[in-house]
């Protein structure tokens, strides 16, 4: 279980406030206008911001000063993050060892989960020489092997078409399923946000508690009705 206690993320232009708790196997979209702070919540809760007051708590124990290595959280950035001199399989096994010291239990996992994400034959491929969406999708797949208990996403299928996005999302959704780990998805996009069943709106400086997406998106407040069009 995921807990946020009053917590405030401050800049000299910007504050966030946020108080919540996402219970263990939720799956929730993260949604706003542009510049919210969507991104900015999902690294706070990672550990790639720092928070100016407040605790960020994983099962009951604060990890608000923990660097983001000790957290049990895989986190996936809008860039991808793609070593350009590895391959896409050596991209991929660094979720199972980052010293790709690897065992052939490992090496298994990692030719399982390329095949999983439809990348099996591109895994001595580097990223140069794969398209946007092929990046993406080894991105995934290097989440997918860690098996943390908090999937961290913040647009990780923005170069993916339509048909892909659903798929992939999918894909992390039965994985996290599969080990009971929670899922965060940063959206803007209104179809894939309604496909997990919480939601939380982040607009004028708060970040609010998760809600049923369904009643959300049925009765949208004037954020949200604005941030839908």
């Known amino acids: 279980m995921l807990t946020l206690e009053a917590v405030v993320i401050a800049y ?4 966030l406030e946020a108080s919540f708790v996402v219970p263990q196997g939720a799956e929730v979209a ?3 206008p542009s510049g919210a ?3 900015t919540l999902l690294a706070a809760i990672a550990g790639f911001e720092s928070v100016a007051s407040g605790q960020v708590l994983w099962q009951g124990r604060a990890i608000t000063q923990s660097r ?3 957290r049990p959280f895989s986190m996936l950035f809008q860039d991808n993050n793609l070593f350009p001199h590895l391959t896409v399989f050596e991209n991929v096994a660094l979720g199972a060892n980052p010293g790709l010291r690897l065992s052939e239990t490992d090496r298994a996992a990692v030719h399982s989960v390329l095949a999983k994400v439809g990348l099996a034959e591109f895994a001595a491929r580097r990223p140069a020489a794969l398209s946007g969406g092929q990046q993406g999708r080894v991105a995934i797949a290097r989440v997918l092997l860690q098996r943390r208990a908090l999937i961290l996403l913040d647009e990780p299928f ?3 078409g339509p048909a ?3 798929e992939m999302l999918d894909l992390v959704r039965q994985v996290a399923r599969e080990t009971g780990a929670s899922v965060m998805l940063v959206t803007h996009d209104v179809a894939e946000a309604a496909r997990l069943p919480m939601m939380i709106l ?3 400086g708060r970040a609010a508690p998760p809600q049923d997406s369904a009643e959300l998106l049925t009765n949208p407040p004037p954020a949200l009705r604005a941030w839908m069009g």
């Open 37 to 39: 702070g969507k991104s």
């Open 68 to 70: 983001p290595a000790a």
């Open 164 to 166: 892909l996005r659903g």
């Open 158 to 160: 923005a170069a993916l």
């Open 202 to 204: 982040v607009a004028e």
């Open 30 to 32: 993260i949604v706003g």
């Open 12 to 15: 000299p232009d910007f504050r």
